[in-house]
């Protein structure tokens, strides 16, 4: 069983979202305004629908958390939805009574769509495949939790592990790097992280923002959508999280399921990513310059985006998720019937945003924090956030010493018969004088 899992549950239009971390150290300190940063960045940005009016996302501490400070119990988060009192009766948890079936029909009759049963599958989304996988005959079953407002969750979730990660000197952000094919440049990236994420598209570059918007509004003036990339970049890292020996243990493999996982996301890419397929190796490996005084390995470059055989390696992590166009479009592309099986000439039509980019990286950063959270729990432990820490420190303070000059035969670093305290102590390189920690890969 690993140190640390989430889960999320609820509905698009169900009461509430929640979240439930377990495995959260004790001793982190937590509040809701915390919590309420995040959830906000999710629901801005230029090309949102109408829902974002609507909701104003807040996060409930329910349990695990005691004046502030976690309890190393399981965490619970629960967001509201404010559009529930519109779908009371369409997405009551209770069996319906003759009444209410009758209520419910005459809603329909009535014209309200929202009465009516969804069969008219969408392009794109998980309406078909998910309605033949657990035999439903209302798709309304399957995008009430395929709907993208089920990252609200997450993004609560992983407010809690950016306040972990913050204690250990790791910080992550993101920012909206390409929208309908316009990319931004380096060289033009004048913004500051804080003047990018208080931007329209949460982009740092000025000049391609403003033909990303062009973009976004030609797709809204045709009732068609637009997708793009976002980057998230964690910095911090210690070299050592993840591990080559096993698939499962790759830090990479996880970070780039934990994105994929995205409802939007359709490619997940590290540093260069597929552009490393188009230069010689010479111009892709990152130089290894040397050692500084403090233990710190410096890199010329960081092309491999902080990754090498699925370790970290001390440099910033970089992964970028692509984002499709969004499924529901305003001008609906045509499909098929799910009970009739005959074509349509319109999809089924709710509420839809534009584009999404800017939110996406938002969670982006949630699914990579919640990732490393769990990566450091693994290598580090602890049960309370200064034994965490206590063992990040001296695992840093090791591997910051030069170690002992290899012999033939592999004998390294062996102690003497009189062990930790003995002679080999006093041979340079040797940590018997090193402070114990619990745990470590060594």
Known sequence: MGAFRFLTAGESHGQALSATLEGIPAGLPITADQIAVDLARRQRGYGRGARQAIEHDQAEILAGVRHGRTLGSPILLLVRNRDWENWTRVMQVEPLSDEEAAALEAMAAEGNRRALPVTRVRPGHADLAGALKYGFNDVRNV??????????????????????????????????????????????????????????????????????????????????????????????????????????RRLDAALAAAVMSINIVKGVEFGLGFEQTRRFGSAVHDVIERRT?????????????????????????????????????ARPLPSADLVTGQPVEKAHYERSDISVVPAAGVVGEAMVMLTLVDFVLAKFGGDSLDETHDNLEHYLARIARAPEAPRPGGRTGERSAEGAGGSAGDEPGNASGAEAGSGGDD
């Open 143 to 248: 995008l009430e939790r395929a709907s993208a407002r089920e990252t609200a969750a997450r993004v609560a979730a992983g407010a809690v592990a950016r306040a972990f990660l913050d204690q250990l000197g790791i910080e992550v952000w993101s920012f909206t790097a390409e929208v309908g094919g316009v990319t931004v440049d380096p060289a033009r990236c004048t913004r500051t992280r804080e003047e990018a994420d208080a931007s329209p598209l949460r982009c740092p570059d000025p000049e391609a923002e403003a033909q990303m918007i062009a973009r976004i509004d030609e797709a809204r003036a045709n009732g068609d959508t637009v997708g793009g990339v976002f980057e998230v970049v964690a910095r911090g890292v210690p070299v050592g999280l993840g591990s080559y020996a096993h698939w499962d």
């Open 293 to 329: 005084d403090d233990g710190r390995w410096i890199h010329r470059t960081n092309n491999a985006g902080g990754l090498t055989g699925g370790v970290s390696n001390g440099e910033p992590i970089v992964v970028r998720g692509a984002v499709k166009p969004i499924s529901t479009l």
